[in-house]
């Protein structure tokens, strides 16, 4: 059977690197074409301007690149804004969304955490003083227990990613109140009802009012899991899953 196109994008903070065993796994039933930010991963440069719309047209672009016959989008957390953002042609045959960030009212964060984030944040961006805390001893202790990665992974992040791209980034996301529209399209809304960083409640209530054809699927996945190993997702994603989708992909087109 014809592997399916599904193009891939990363969220924050991640890169091709750390999701190397979620791109292997769906290797198994597509064809993947992962998306590295600018910025994010040490062979793409960051932008000079880092702005939301920046990221977009450098998606856009990379996908026109492809030259695809069709293919599916799919986004994970904050590359789901920037897909959905997009104007797909009619080659796009639906978008999948995993652990959506829909505006920074989707995030699971109270009024006092995210005010101090953004505080600290807009404090570094505006003061342009990225490299003081990017890769310090100070974030390597906190950025663990804020977004729950292990030690090697933000290893890794400090190592790939460039600290004036993930403090501007971050402030996109914090200060993100723009009125989300979603596209004519059958979605998936792939999310953990009980995500530590996005809010499922918000994020299923936002798509059942504006998505036309929608399916729905629950999976226990931490936001940022420790384990990022191809078995892990076989687990957590199991084939019966995507099998769904590709049915429901497959209805949607009829």
Known sequence: MKKENLVLLQPFPSNSILLSGFIDYLSDYYNVYFIDLPGFIKGVPPLEK????????????????????????EGISFGFAIMNHLNHDERCRGIIALEPFIGSRSLHYGPIK??????????????????????????AKYLPKLMHYPSNTVRVLFDQIDGRTFFETAKIILK?????????????LIANKHDRMVDFDYIYAT??????????????????????????????VPEEMIQKITAFFGESSV
């Open 114 to 139: 995210k005010w101090l984030l953004t505080s600290v944040i807009e404090t570094v961006c505006s003061l342009k003083i990225y490299s003081l805390f990017w890769g310090s001893p100070l974030l």
């Open 50 to 73: 880092i702005t939301f719309k920046g990221f977009c047209d450098y998606v856009d672009s990379k996908i026109k690149e492809l030259n695809l016959d069709g293919y599916l989008a």
């Open 176 to 188: 993100d109140d723009r009125v989300y529209r979603f596209q004519d399209l059958p979605y998936v």
């Open 207 to 236: 798509l059942s009012q504006n998505v036309t054809r929608l399916l729905v699927l629950n999976i226990e996945i931490d936001h940022y899991p420790s384990d990022t190993s191809k078995a892990y997702f076989q687990k957590i």
